[in-house]
């Protein structure tokens, strides 16, 4: 009965950065695990995604300015975001897969089955 805790997140100013992590001992599996984002009134998103290979992908609008990891030394996955702006402000999400493939696509919520209860990111001006 492993529970995913997200942590970092916070209001920021436009153009500066969070790092956000997700504690669960699932990160030493290596299974499939990606980072979702909810804003209110839209539809939940995939912003990034890491296979079991260590293999990323990326939503297109957060490309070169955020990075998915994972720390098995600290049991976290993270998400390091550089350059923010207003349309990052969300609830974040972290979420983990069944196995190291990421089946539906590391962007699609049917690839995961387990989900942690989300940490707030708000950006300013």
Do not use: H
Request: aromatic fraction near 10%; hydrophobic fraction near 25%; charge should be positive.
């Amino acid at each position: 009965q492993e529970r995913l805790v997200e942590s970092g997140g916070g209001s920021v100013q436009s153009g500066g950065s969070l790092e956000l992590s997700c504690y669960s001992t699932w990160v030493a599996s290596s299974v499939c695990m990606g980072w979702f984002r909810q804003a209110p009134g839209k539809e939940r998103e995939g912003v990034a995604g890491i296979d079991g290979y260590g293999r990323t992908s990326y939503a297109e609008s957060v490309k070169g300015r955020f990075t998915i990891s994972r720390d098995k030394t600290k049991n976290t996955l993270n998400l390091t975001m550089n350059s923010l702006n207003s349309e990052d402000t969300a609830m974040y999400y972290c979420a983990v897969g069944s196995s190291r493939y990421c089946t539906s696509g590391t962007l699609n919520s049917r690839t995961y089955a387990n989900w942690g209860q989300g940490t707030q990111v708000s950006v300013s001006s």
